[in-house]
Each structure stands twice: as C-alpha cells, then as structure tokens.
C-alpha cells in the first residue's frame, strides 16, 4: 500500500513540474502571431509615409509653378511699364523671350584667324581695334575684311588719317574702291562726329579709322610749333567712344580702330622697363569687344626671294568667345592675305579634299603638287568659295 501511495504522489509531481505540449505549441504559435502584426504594422508605417512624403512633394511642386508663373507674369508687368514709360529702346529684353543670340559676322578673310576668333569673323554692331608695330599688316587686315563685307553686299567706309591708302593695292586684294567711300578728316573731332553720324544711320556695315595714332585733336592744330598745348587725344576718344558706343547699339555697323604701339617707361624697384602700349589711352581698350595684336615673323621667300611676311595674329581681347587664341598668317607683297594656302592646308586636314602622296584632288582636276594646286584655287575663284563654305560649314557653324 505504501509503495502504491507513492507511485500516485510522485507521478502527480511530474504531471505538475513539466510544461504540457499544448502549451507549448499554443505559445509558439502567438509568438508567430505577433511578429506578423508587428510586420504588417511596419508596412503599413511605411507605406503612410511614403504616401505622405509623395504628397508633400506634390505640393511643392504646384507651389514651385506657382511662383514661376508669378515671377514671369511680374516681368512681363514690368517691361511693359518701362517700354510706357521710357520708351521701347530702353526695354529690358530676355533672350529666350525675344530674339536670336547669333550675332551676324564679317569674314576677316583668313579662315584661321576665322576659326580663333570663334564665332567666324569680327562681330557686327561692336567695336573691333587692331594694333601692332609698324608694317605688320593691320592695315591689309583691314582691307580685307572690307573686302569680305563688299562681298556680302554691304556699303564700306575708310577714314584715311595717315594718308596713305594706295588705291592700286586695295584694287589688287580684291577692294571694290568704286564703292568704297574714302575721306581724309582734317582734326580728330570731325573723324569722330563722321564716324558717330554714319554710325546712327545704320547704312555702312564698316567703317575703318586707320590709324588712332594719327588722330590730331583741333587745339593741336591751331597751336603753333613750339606753342603750349594740353594733350586731349585721350580725352576726345574717350567722350566720342561714349557716343558711338551709344549709337551702335541701335546699329549693325562693325567699327575697327587700326593703331599702333608706343613704348612707357616705367620705373620698378629702381629699374626702368619700357612697356608696349597702345595710342589714344583707356577708352579704346575698354569699349573694343575684340582686340587683335599683329606680330611680324618672319619673311616668305620664293627661292631667294622676298615674296611676303609671315605675322601671327593674337586675339588679346574677345568678349564673344574664349581669347588669347592665336592664328599664323602669311601675307603676300601686292596681292594680301594667302587664302589659297591656308585653305588647301584645312581641306586637307579635314578631307575636304583628298591629297595621295605630293598629288592634290580637287573636283576632277588632279594636281601635282602644292604650288599647283595653290595656283589652281587662286585661278577659279568659284571653286575656291565652295570650299571655303564647306570648311565653315563643318568648323564653325556646327561646332558653334
């Protein structure tokens, strides 16, 4: 009986001590139970907020239009109460609201000197100046882009203030001189106020000042040798740029100075250095949009003989394309600029024309060599103009 007793008691202790499976299971499973709640919980938190910050995005984005249509709407207020007010040339104007950023050029006639200024030739409607020392082809330089213009169609002015245009050379670069018009001014006030008068009329597309340096003010004149005068040159340029600076920006005329340079002077920590600058002081530099630097260097020869220059043009200034870009150009006594050579080099280079060993394939003519072939482009003009074209073509224009 004792023995019994004590099977019951102790199997009852084991029923109590251990965990039933039941049990178990049962809390497995609400564990279970209760991560997915917190899963989905966390979903749902995740979800809220992204939907929440799309929204606010949204929001943001209508405020933002919103604000753009009343700024552009405040603008177009503005520039018609200033158009009302002080009249239609002094009315602010936005680029993508009205007009063309591509400025109309005149060639400069070498296709180099085309490609360093960047945009193809020398701006309409800006102030250009060309300087270097003397017999480095400014003036030649100048006349062929008269050239270029009268091409074009356009009417030319030479204001001749050294007096010393030769007529037979321009005629031999290809000037029209019939309808170049030509004026020798007696003082700098009259060239200036000529200047500022064909400017406004808006019907010479160039008008050329060769040279600054030899702009002799009125009060210069009506002192006698050895007479007191004030030095006004400076002074006269920098009150004449204001004005014609004024009226070309209502006009299309291209204005190029032709100076020279001078030697100053200078004293640095006890040691004098002499440096290069050009006539007519500050105003000139300033009001330019392009400035172009002639360096003579070197002479071209034929066998033993001098048959031109070579020069290199550095553009010093430019404020419609990156500057201080440099083009070497040669210049032949009495004809100019050697358009023939420097084209045959770029067609060449970028298989306008075809060249197989010394030979040159130029349409259907095979020429063979390159003083032929130079020969042959100077000879037909028409053929030289087509390439010309197809060269600014493929430089310029599409890479502008």
Known sequence: MVSLRFLVQSSR??????????????????????????????????????????SEFECHELDNDARAMKKDNALRL????????????????????????????????SLKLDLALGIGGLPKGRIVEIYGQEASGKTTLALHVIKEAQKLG????????????????????????????????????????????????GSVDVIVVDSVAALVPQCELDVPLGGTYKNMQSQIMTQALRKIHYSLCHSQTLIIFVNQVRSSLKSEKGFLHADEVTCGGNALPFYAAIRMKLLRTGLLRTEDKVTGLGICVQVVKNKLAPPMKKAEVGIKFGKGICSESEVLDLACKHGVIVKEGSNFFIGREILKNEEEAERYLAQNNQVLDEIVSSLRTLLIERGA
């Open 13 to 54: 202790l084991n029923a109590l001590g251990r965990p039933r499976l039941s049990c178990l299971l049962c809390s497995s499973q609400y564990q279970d139970v209760r991560k997915d709640a917190i899963r989905s919980i966390g979903t749902q938190r995740r979800s809220f907020s992204s939907a929440a910050e799309a």
């Open 78 to 109: 503005a520039l018609s109460r200033l158009a009302g007010d002080f009249g239609r040339e002094s009315m602010l104007s936005l680029q993508r609201f009205f007009g063309s950023r591509c400025l109309p050029v005149v060639p400069t006639g």
């Open 154 to 201: 356009g009417y030319c002015t030479y204001l001749d203030v050294e007096n010393a245009l030769d007529l037979t050379l321009a005629e031999s670069m290809g000037v029209n001189t019939e309808n170049l018009l030509i004026s020798q001014p007696d003082s700098a006030e009259n060239l200036l106020c000529m200047v500022d008068t064909l400017t406004k009329s």
